[in-house]
């Protein structure tokens, strides 16, 4: 692993705060319904739990884990499915939850799968957006932060596999 550090980009109660935000901004939209949320992992792990704990309204939760093909840095576009969901979509209100959307490549394609299970409605809420990184369009519903193109770890991004547990967003800064 190359020498570097970590640099703070946002704190944790700035990213406490904004993710309260979300959760009220979800709660109203969804008021009378109940939300499904999919959980990308392993990114979206730390961000869906405390997600899901600021939604007042009923919430089911599950899991999927995907791979793209082609090297770690680009991603193809074709996406390979490596654990899938436990659950169907048919009739749910979907919300799928990301740790970040870069070149959208990753998520457009798995939308566009999810889409096909029949869901009553699909939405797709990130914590992080860079969106200068962006080749693929993607209709982002909720949006924590938008951030320049650095690379991120903390909050369930990781680099190498490390950082995940941050409880803050970081750059990593080569030495
Ligand atoms: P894309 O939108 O298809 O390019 O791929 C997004 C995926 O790349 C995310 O789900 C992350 O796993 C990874 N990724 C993109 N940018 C970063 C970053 O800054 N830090 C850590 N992982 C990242
Ligand atoms: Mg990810």
């Known amino acids: 692993m190359e020498k570097h550090h970590v640099e703070v980009l946002l704190t944790e109660e700035q990213v406490d705060t904004r993710i309260q935000e979300i959760g009220e901004a979800i709660s109203r939209d969804y008021a009378g319904k109940e939300v499904h ?17 600021r939604i007042s309204v009923p919430v089911t939760l599950d899991f999927m884990s995907v791979s793209s093909y ?20 048919t009739g749910k ?7 970040i959307v870069d070149s959208g490549r990753t998520l457009s394609y798995l939308l566009a799968m999810l889409q096909d299970r029949g869901p009553k409605s699909l939405r797709l809420c990130t914590l992080l957006d860079k969106p200068d990184r962006r080749v693929v369009d993607v209709n982002v519903n909720y949006t924590g932060f938008q951030i320049p193109d650095e690379f991120v770890v903390g909050y369930g991004l990781d680099y190498d596999q ?11 800064a080569f030495d």
């Not at 082609?70 to 979509?89: A, C, P, R």
């Open 37 to 53: 949320l999919v959980c990308v992992l392993k990114g979206g792990t730390f961000f869906t739990c405390e997600l899901a704990k």
């Open 70 to 89: 082609g090297s770690d840095t680009k991603s193809s576009g074709v996406v390979k499915i490596v654990k899938d969901l436990d659950e169907s979509l």
């Open 93 to 99: 209100d979907v919300i799928v939850v990301e740790d």
């Open 162 to 172: 490390r950082y995940r547990n941050l409880p803050y967003i970081g750059i990593v």
